[in-house]
């Protein structure tokens, strides 16, 4: 919109002087621009109205350091080719806040479909929201330009690299039992909601674990296994505040600290809970991992989470939450990189050494 102001203001000028100075070789100089822009008005109003754009992520992951391919398809539904045209795209981190813009240059659009891929790196760790927020459509002669507003886009992750840590499980932890909708594959336990294995009847085994219109159809005894759940021992709060001031490094750091401590643990095979106060529900929101699938699950929901602001005791707002559950031990990390066991500070992480301070962190339960 503001090359064609330009060109109004131009040609104004063009026939003010024409007349001033009762020059006919500039008065059809004006008469020209004006042609020339009446044209150009209406040919972006026909683009506008003809063309379509959406956005297409071959994949929705990525690995931080290296590039990303994203695609998009511009429909061009008149007959006319659009010879120049950029988008603009905004790229905002989620967990990170803030966002940056930039223009992309297109190629010609023929009539119809035609795709266009553009790769960009990204290099910080997160849940990116890429939109295609507007489209810049030129005329023929490429002097003046509209832009059609779009909504249009997609989410992309980078997840953290995690590595390995020292984790010692106690028997109390190894052994912990209590209330779960998760149950062990590999051991009895004396939940009778859930029927863990039937098998014949041994020595020792008492009468009232029969099952008896089974064994009478089947000609022999055959006793009944309840479940065992599995309950959590550990809970890994984690004490999280977004701040402007907050440098990439160190929530990168943060990220990756997190993520181990989490990978960690249930390599070791310790079920435990992955707890924060989210920014988006304005509540406690918890996550149970215990193998990969929900370990990133865990790390796919933190990291699209919005942290406005921080909850005074997470661990205290957790028990007024989950009342009636019981756990051993409560990890705490916070944005200052510090790790809590129980309240007792483990480790403060660095922002120069954290990445040896890791490799060299056990943690004892």
Same mark, same amino acid.
């Given at each position: ?20 100075y ?8 004006g ?63 989620r ?41 810049? #459509?030129? !005329?023929?002669t490429?002097?003046? &330009? ?5 909504? @249009? *886009? $997609? ?14 499980l106690?028997?109390?932890v ?46 022999e ?13 550990v ?5 999280y ?17 997190l ?5 960690? #643990?249930? !390599?070791?095979?310790c079920?435990? &809970? ?5 920014? @988006? *529900? $304005?509540?406690?929101v ?11 699950l ?6 699209e989470?919005i ?21 051993l ?7 200052r990189?510090?790790?809590?066991k ?7 992480f ?16």
């Amino acid at each position: 919109m503001l090359s064609i102001l330009r060109g109004i203001a131009v040609t104004a000028v063009l026939f003010y002087i024409s007349i001033l100075y009762e020059s006919a070789s500039l008065l059809l100089l004006g008469y020209a621009g004006a042609v020339l822009l009446v044209s150009a008005v209406l040919l972006l109003v026909y683009r506008v109205r003809t063309v379509r754009c959406a956005v297409v992520f071959p994949i929705a992951s990525a690995e931080c350091g290296k590039p990303l391919t994203m695609r998009i398809q511009m429909e061009n539904r008149g007959f006319l080719p659009c010879m120049k045209f950029r988008f603009q795209l905004e790229q905002k981190n989620r967990f990170l806040g803030g966002g940056c813009k930039k223009w992309l240059r297109g190629g010609m659009a023929a009539a119809g479909t035609n795709s266009f891929d553009y790769s960009f790196t990204m290099e910080d760790y997160g849940g990116f929201e890429i939109q295609l927020k507007k489209v810049r #459509l030129y !005329d023929l002669t490429g002097l003046f &330009y509209v832009h059609k507003t779009l909504r @249009c *886009g $997609g989410c992309v992750q980078v997840l953290p690299q995690m590595r390995e840590i020292g984790v010692q499980l106690s028997q109390a932890v190894e052994n912990f039992s209590g209330d779960a909708q998760v149950y062990d594959a590999f051991r009895p336990g004396d939940d009778r909601s859930e029927l863990f294995q039937m098998r014949e009847f041994r020595a020792g085994d008492k009468i009232q674990s029969v099952h008896w219109k089974l064994s009478a159809k089947l000609d022999e005894l055959l006793v009944k296994e309840n479940s065992l759940p599995k309950a959590c021992p550990v809970v890994l709060f984690l004490d999280y505040e977004n701040s402007r001031r907050s440098k990439a490094e160190k929530v990168n750091a943060y990220l990756v600290i997190l993520a181990s401590i989490s990978f960690s #643990l249930m !390599d070791a095979g310790c079920a435990h &809970y992955a707890a924060w106060y989210s920014g @988006c *529900g $304005g509540d406690i929101v918890r996550v149970r991992v215990d193998d990969e699938e929900s370990l990133y699950l865990f790390l796919s929901v933190y990291m699209e989470d919005i942290f406005e602001r921080k909850e005074s005791n997470l661990a205290e707002a957790y028990r007024e939450k989950y009342r009636g559950e019981h756990y051993l031990y409560a990890l705490q990390l916070d944005e200052r990189l510090q790790l809590f066991k129980n309240g007792d500070k483990i480790v403060k992480f660095s922002l120069e050494n954290w990445k040896e301070e890791l490799g060299g962190l056990e943690i004892i339960l």
